[in-house]
């Protein structure tokens, strides 16, 4: 039922309706009352949390008078929108961005300082929304402030977990993981307890025919859970544009908390009903680039899928359209595979509740949905058990194995002579137990299919979806090479290089057009320019040796070169290169004369990132760069020319200091491995060099901002096959003798029982190295070297640096967003009514 305030009582209404605060005084005041009232808390009890707690309802006021506004408009003038939907959003911390994007940055600081608080401290208490893995998240998150700044109406939909990622600790050098529970106080979330979907699962599919004699599907009998929307605001900069961020969370619906049992003594067994159905959204899955294929996780995908679709749908309904014109009002991009029962959801909601013909249903989801590849690695790539759908989903299965049909016949008659195309390119994977193989349903089921950057979007073309560039053409299959918001990745973690550039430029115009970016150019030889960008590196550095005193004990010195790989662990990402490169560093330093050692470049090498719990390689590899650092660190040799530490529990907030700190970060991965990366543009971007392989967007990172900018080694993509063929078939496995003698060096118990590390040596040795860390460590150390000289010149290192920067105007995630929204959204901005004053 619409609830609407009848004409005549709207005056009263309209004139207490909802005012933003635009004074510092009106700011004040906001908190004050929030602090006050809302937290029942006063001057004489006002912590920093509580300051904190005041600031953010204050700003939420604002956010959401914005947020109404751009509901209303949007639903008034109902364009065409984007839903992205994405298991993982990284969002980190909000209420820095929240007030940026409010333009309320000066007087919110003014009056925390007359309100007795500093900003840093206040935004510092607030705990990251860590409701993702690593990049695949944090690229979601970026596309949200992107398309709230570019005015696009979307929305993004994903799951409320109650524990984001967990927290790392390190204990005795081993991470040991800790719940994040997040949500005990969420200011930025609005519960919608009258948005809610039933789901079904389980139960059994019912034919029968209609009134009109039509054949007809349903699915029924199963269990019930429904999911509640909460919503998240999502502001715009510089724009009143704020979007919505829905998460659904789990609960037993009505029908299931059968309050009969609750009555009758089986208090537990209706209370076990009930958390049975919450565990459906209670934590986030801890893979990154990893299918465990566990059941809940499965549960998890179709409920999300199920409630965003319902919701989706129901929108669309609203507008009285014909069902043809869906794809003209929705575009739903599929972020990984993760979300792709999307597709045979939507065919069912049109077959069996909307009485749709197969092929009008068919060339509606083609048309609605686009997906997004982040990998071609083959353990990445979901696969449903065929059991277990048939199982959770009866009708689902169904439907695909009908998907699969039609496909498969269509191959048939346009490739008669390649029978043996038709296995290859099945949905069904003929193993035993039979699996749905997700990537190709989602191929099959959208109208095009990009990767991440360029090299990674040519492998997709060339491997894993090979037959299919060749069942549909090349024009389905494109590239949208990633990109990072640079409102947080520059503005908001490294304010000082924003405000020389503003100084500069004549104004923040750059924050929404990074291409302006170029301009800075011709203040590379501007020595008053240089100093101070010089000066504003190393206050990021004396920041990040701080924080690394105060958290990890760890003294450093902020004149080293700092040299830092944070990213998850992963083996194709190869820390394990990293630390062998710095053992061989050690070794190196322990067998100079004093004298040498002198003229040494005195280097920091930092490490941070979370291993997934049950990932034995990558734990270890945890655990032995922190057996490094104890030993290294300690060692009166060595001093200050090596220090090795281990930032634990590496999340968006802490990159925010760690990023703008690096003089190189390493994106070092396998080449062809790493589908993009986009730390690599945020390090760059912040002014710090990379060293790195010719893998993801390191290439177009190259292109961009020069090969003398950056230190690039190994071998290439299209020599991987055949090395980790030499590996198992060629000449007996030599090692280089220096990688040779660190692996000595660890067996010896340098550092600590040699034991737990014998897997990391083994798998290089004696089982095929398939990450080729052997075959890329001579040219890995090298390029080091070439590091540590052309870091001497401080004078050449600053000015690749400087050039480096004014060169990054590419990696916006905003140009990102207009090349899928034309590319493939085919959705235009809709301008909200223009700012108050401005
Ligand atoms: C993930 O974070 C990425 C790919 C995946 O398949 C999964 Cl499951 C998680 C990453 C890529 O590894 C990284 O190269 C890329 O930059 C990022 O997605 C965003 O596209």
Redesign the pocket.
């Known amino acids: 039922v619409e609830a609407s305030v009848p004409e005549e009582q709207r005056e009263a209404w309209k004139k207490h309706s909802a005012k933003e605060f635009k004074t510092k005084d009106q700011f004040e005041a906001d908190v004050v009352r929030h602090i006050e009232t809302t937290l029942a808390r006063s001057l004489f009890n006002c912590d920093e949390a509580a300051a904190y707690a005041g600031t953010a309802l204050a700003l939420r006021d604002r956010l959401i008078i914005e947020w109404n506004r751009t509901q209303q408009q949007q639903t008034f003038a109902d364009p065409k929108r984007v839903y992205y939907l994405s298991l ?1 959003f990284l969002m980190g911390r909000a209420l820095d961005n929240a007030i940026l994007n409010v333009g309320m940055k000066d007087v919110a600081k003014q009056g925390l300082e007359e309100l007795g608080f500093r900003m840093e401290d206040v935004i510092s208490q607030e705990r990251d929304a860590a409701l ?8 979601a998150a970026c596309f949200l402030d992107s398309l709230a700044t570019l005015n696009y109406p979307a929305w993004g939909y994903a799951l409320r977990y109650r524990y984001g990622i967990f927290r790392q600790e390190i204990v005795d050098g081993y991470q040991v993981e800790v719940p994040d529970y997040w949500l005990d106080f969420n200011p930025w979330e609005f519960p919608r307890h009258d948005v809610t979907v039933d789901v079904q699962f389980y139960g059994g599919v019912r034919k029968y025919t209609d009134d009109s004699g039509k054949q007809l599907s349903v699915w029924e009998n199963g269990e019930i859970v429904t999911a509640v929307a909460y919503d998240a605001p999502i502001p715009g900069y510089g724009t009143r544009t704020t979007n919505n961020l829905r998460l659904w969370s789990s609960k037993a619906s009505h029908g299931e908390f059968d309050f009969t049992k609750f009555n009758s003594g089986e208090y537990e067994a209706s209370v076990a009903d009930q958390q049975r159905a919450e565990t459906i959204s209670a934590v986030l899955y801890p ?5 465990r294929g566990k059941e809940l996780r499965l549960k998890q995908q179709y409920f999300w899928c199920a409630a965003s679709l319902f919701d989706i749908v129901r929108r669309f309904k609203k507008s009285k359209k014909a069902w043809k014109e869906f794809a003209n009002q929705v575009a739903i991009q599929l972020n ?1 595979t ?1 979300p792709t029962l999307a597709i045979p959801e939507l065919m069912r909601i049109l077959l069996d509740q909307e009485s749709l013909e197969w092929d009008e249903a068919w060339s509606i989801t083609q048309a609605t949905f686009g997906y ?4 071609v ?1 083959p353990e ?1 790539l979901e696969k449903w058990s065929v059991p277990l759908v048939q199982h959770l989903l009866p009708r689902h299965l169904q439907i695909i194995y009908n998907i699969n049909f039609h496909f498969l016949q269509y191959v048939e008659r346009n490739f008669p002579k390649e029978r043996e195309m038709l296995s290859r390119v099945s949905i069904i994977e003929e193993s035993e137990p039979k699996r749905v193989r997700m990537a190709f349903l989602a191929v099959i089921g959208s109208h095009k299919v990009n990767g ?2 360029e090299l ?1 979007s040519d492998l997709v073309r060339t491997t894993i979806f090979k037959d299919f560039v060749k069942i549909y053409g090349p024009d389905k299959f494109t590239n949208v090479t ?1 990109g990072i918001t640079p409102r947080r990745w520059l503005h908001q973690a490294n304010p000082r290089l924003s405000a020389l550039i503003a100084s500069k430029l004549g104004g923040h115009d750059f924050l929404r057009d990074l291409n302006l970016l170029h301009k800075v150019e011709a203040y590379v030889d501007d020595e008053e320019f240089r100093k101070e960008f010089r000066a504003i590196k190393y206050a990021n550095k004396v920041r990040l040796a701080k924080y690394t005193k105060e958290v990890e004990g760890i003294t450093v010195n902020p004149s080293s070169l700092f040299d830092i790989q944070v990213k ?1 662990i992963h083996e194709y990402k190869r820390q394990q290169l990293n630390i062998f490169g710095v053992i061989h560093r050690y070794l190196e330093l322990k067998a100079m004369t004093p004298e040498a050692r002198q003229k040494v470049q005195p280097r920091v090498s930092f490490f941070g990132g979370k291993a997934a719990p049950g990932y034995w390689m990558a734990k270890m590899v945890i655990h032995l760069i922190n057996q490094v650092g104890k030993v290294v660190n300690a060692d009166p040799d060595i001093g200050d020319l090596l220090k090795v530490v281990f930032l634990s529990d590496y999340n968006v907030s802490k990159a925010e200091i760690i990023t703008p700190a690096s003089d190189i970060s390493e994106h070092i ?1 396998t080449a062809g491995t ?5 730390s690599n543009m945020k390090f760059v971007l912040n002014g710090g060099l990379i060293i790195g392989t010719c893998d ?2 390191n290439i177009e990172i190259t292109r961009e901002v020069g090969e003398d900018n950056i230190f690039l080694f190994g071998n290439l993509a299209e020599d991987v096959e055949d090395l980790r063929h030499a590996h198992f078939y060629g000449d007996s496995f030599h090692l280089d003798p220096s990688l040779q003698r660190v692996f000595d060096t660890i067996r010896s118990g340098t550092f600590g029982d040699a034991g737990p590390f014998s897997g990391l040596v083994d798998s290089i040795v004696d089982h095929g190295d398939y990450y080729l860390v052997s075959d890329d460590f001579k040219s890995y150390v090298e390029t080091q070297g070439l590091i540590d000289e052309a870091y001497k010149d401080q004078e050449a290192w600053l000015t690749r640096t400087i050039t480096a920067v004014s060169r990054m105007g590419f990696f916006s995630s905003d140009r990102c967003i207009d090349e899928y929204a034309e590319m493939i959204w085919n959705v235009e901005p809709l301008p909200p009514p223009k700012m108050n004053g401005a």
């Not at 997004?372 to 990998?375: G, S």
């Not at 790493?674 to 986009?678: C, F, Q, Y």
Request: glycine share 18%; net charge negative; no cysteine.
């Open positions: 993982e993702g893995n690593g990049g695949l998240g944090r690229l893979n990154d680039s990893l299918d990984d993760h997004t590849n982040h990998t690695m990445a991440v950057a990674h990633n998850r991965s790493e589908a993009s990366g986009t993801g967007a």
